[in-house]
T-cell receptor
Framework: KQEVTQIPAALSVPEGENLVLNCSFT??????LQWFRQDPGKGLTSLLLIQSSQREQTSGRLNASLDKSSGRSTLYIAASQPGDSATYLCAVEGYSTLTFGKGTMLLVSP | GAGVSQSPRYKVAKRGQDVALRCDPISGHVSLFWYQQALGQGPEFLTY????????KSGLPSDRFFAERPEGSVSTLKIQRTQQEDSAVYLCASSRDSRNEKLFFGSGTQLSVL
């Protein structure tokens, strides 16, 4: 059974810092890996999708990498802003489902 | 529609009551998923539809849970004889196709069973 682990569970940084969120998964037989953002009381918003044949994806200040063989992904957030405060979830797509980690709760203080 | 719509937004049920949760996916999206999210946890897969066909229901926790998508658009998740452990946020998501497509999530239905 696929297991997804995210480290750290929570992170607090001052505005302007660059930061890295980590995700690891146990079964490398995946179709893709996705990073989501979840604001309190809201659904999930897809940030980046990396297909299994790709190494990284970028969107604005976000960059996600994928090392499928080692079962790892990182989400890099450059020049963090208070509006980035949210929970960030990593998920891997297997046969028909996404398996999620528990998320990293990020707080960016002004 | 503009996004995935779920209703009701909040539902309070007495233990033993039946509930029905509705999901209206983005128009034209083939795939539809239901997830259950407990407080402080990531979403857990419940079931998956491709059009009207339920291709995977392995995540449904018991036979009290039933989902349908009869015309390949709107879906309903029904929970019979609700228990306190059913309290969670139920999220619906849809995508254009079944592989390597971004998922679009609704805001969820928060179910509280008293």
């Amino acid at each position: 059974k696929q297991e997804v682990t995210q480290i750290p569970a929570a992170l607090s940084v001052p505005e302007g810092e660059n930061l890295v969120l980590n995700c690891s998964f146990t079964d490398s037989a995946i179709y893709n890996l996705q990073w989501f953002r979840q604001d309190p009381g809201k659904g999930l918003t897809s940030l980046l999708l990396i297909q299994s044949s790709q190494r990284e994806q970028t969107s604005g200040r976000l960059n996600a990498s994928l090392d499928k063989s080692s079962g790892r992904s990182t989400l890099y957030i450059a020049a963090s802003q208070p509006g980035d405060s949210a929970t960030y979830l990593c998920a891997v797509e297997g046969y028909s489902t996404l398996t999620f980690g528990k998320g990293t709760m990020l707080l960016v203080s002004p | 529609g503009a996004g995935v719509s779920q209703s009701p937004r909040y539902k309070v049920a007495k233990r033993g009551q039946d509930v029905a949760l509705r999901c209206d996916p983005i128009s034209g999206h083939v795939s539809l998923f239901w997830y259950q999210q407990a407080l402080g946890q990531g979403p857990e897969f419940l079931t998956y539809f491709q059009n009207e066909a339920q291709l995977d229901k392995s995540g449904l926790p018991s036979d009290r849970f039933f989902a349908e998508r009869p015309e390949g658009s709107v879906s309903t998740l029904k929970i019979q004889r609700t228990q306190q452990e059913d309290s969670a946020v139920y999220l619906c998501a849809s995508s254009r196709d079944s592989r390597n497509e971004k998922l679009f999530f609704g805001s969820g239905t928060q179910l509280s069973v008293l």
